[in-house]
């Protein structure tokens, strides 16, 4: 029978007491760290100052208001520190400067501001302050070959040259942007303006007469008829209003004109107007239903008061019940105005019958 090592046995019991002795270690310190933890938790709520209570809630004799408070902080306020101003003071120091500058814009066209149009505008501008208007020039043509689609360019370009004084140039500038973009409104209004505070009343009308050929929208026409009744060419803004319900054959155009006839005095040429237009109106209900009122409360202007009844009458047979709620309406009012008991008991009656 073998015997069991005595080496063996104590090795083993050393390395068990060893291990129990590590973990006895541990777990004083773990104790000793959740210790210090807690320690500090408390300290740290402890130096946690306290709300303080106000005992007097009372106001102050002396009220600071915000007013205050922003003039004292803008006493206070340090001096801003500005950039030295470099005085010049020959023509060399000033041709190196203005060289310098030009080069300074150079590059920032090259380095791709050639696609930034307030590039372009700050260096023909800052040409323009130099006095060098054939240098500034350029630049405007040179900026205008990428963006000869953008109208408030040739707007600005136009306008420095109605500033310097130069007016056949800027009139040259106003003819080629309306040819190239005829549709942009801003163009012509600018261009028209530019010649009438030049005095030149023919050729602000003959910019108009071109800008009519392009079928512009109803602002457009009220423009022109405006212009000629300034200088109180009372048949030529008649006959712009002619061309202006062809063009626009809507209840708005008629209705324009017939209070352009009114403000003239001519009772007999509006209530024309108003019976073509119900002849030649184009459009729905809607446009039916706004002319028919308009001639209504002209004829009430007028005191006709007949007419005005047949006119209500006359629309609501031609517009659908269930769209001439607002025509019974003002019927109903004007009748309650200057009607007699039954007329008003019969628009009543009608009314009902829509609900």
Same mark, same amino acid.
């Given at each position: 029978m073998s015997s069991f090592p005595i080496n063996q046995l104590v090795s083993a019991q050393w390395y068990a007491l060893y291990d129990?002795?590590?973990?006895?270690?541990?777990?004083?310190?773990?104790?000793?760290?959740?210790?210090?933890?807690?320690?500090?938790?408390?300290?740290?709520?402890?130096?946690?100052?306290?709300?303080?209570? @106000?005992?007097?809630?009372?106001?102050?004799? @002396?009220?600071i208001t915000a007013e205050q408070l922003l003039r004292e902080a803008r006493e206070r306020q340090e001096p801003e520190v500005l950039p030295s101003e470099h005085s010049i003071t020959d023509s060399t120091e000033l041709?190196?400067?203005?060289?310098?500058?030009?080069?300074?814009?150079?590059?920032?066209?090259?380095?791709?501001?050639?696609?930034?149009v307030q590039v372009w505008v700050n260096y023909a501008r800052w040409e323009e302050s130099q006095k060098d208007y054939a240098r500034a020039?350029? /630049?405007?043509?040179?900026?205008?070959?990428?963006?000869?689609?953008?109208?408030?360019?040739? @707007?600005?370009?136009a306008e420095?040259?109605?500033?310097?004084?130069?007016?056949?140039?800027?009139?040259?500038?106003?003819?080629r942007?309306?040819?190239?973009?005829?549709? @942009?409104?801003?163009?012509?209004?600018?261009?028209?303006?530019?010649?009438e505070m030049l005095g030149n009343i023919a050729g602000a009308r003959q910019i108009f007469e071109r800008w009519m050929n392009w079928s512009p929208d109803q602002q457009g026409w009220l423009s022109f008829a405006k212009f000629e009744l300034r200088y109180n060419e009372t048949e030529r803004a008649r006959s712009?209003?002619?061309?202006?319900?062809?063009?626009?054959?809507?209840?708005s155009s008629f209705i324009r004109y017939a209070e352009f006839e009114v403000k003239c005095g001519e009772v007999s040429r509006a209530r024309? /107007?108003?019976?073509?237009?119900?002849?030649?109106?184009?459009?729905?209900?809607?446009?039916?239903?706004?002319?028919?009122?308009?001639?209504?409360?002209?004829?009430q202007g007028c005191n006709e008061f007949q007419r005005a009844r047949v006119i209500y009458k006359f629309a609501l047979d031609h517009i659908p019940i269930g769209r001439a709620e607002e025509l019974y309406t003002r019927f109903i009012a004007f009748e309650k105005q200057h009607g007699d008991k039954q007329g008003i008991e019969d628009a009543i009656v009608g009314r009902r019958r829509t609900l």
């Open positions: 129990f002795h590590i973990l006895w270690v541990f777990q004083k310190q773990q104790q000793k760290k959740d210790k210090n933890t807690k320690v500090s938790v408390c300290e740290k709520e402890s130096k946690l100052p306290r709300p303080t209570r @106000v005992k007097n809630k009372s106001p102050e004799a @002396v009220q041709s190196d400067y203005r060289l310098r500058r030009r080069k300074e814009f150079e590059d920032r066209v090259s380095r791709g501001g050639r696609s930034d020039r350029s /630049v405007w043509e040179r900026a205008l070959k990428d963006h000869h689609r953008n109208h408030a360019l040739w @707007v600005k370009y420095s040259e109605m500033k310097n004084k130069f007016v056949n140039s800027a009139r040259h500038v106003w003819d942007a309306v040819y190239l973009l005829p549709r @942009v409104d801003l163009l012509w209004y600018k261009y028209s303006h530019m010649e712009i209003y002619e061309r202006f319900f062809l063009c626009h054959p809507k209840a024309d /107007v108003y019976e073509r237009a119900m002849e030649k109106l184009e459009g729905g209900y809607e446009e039916a239903e706004m002319l028919y009122l308009a001639f209504a409360e002209f004829e």
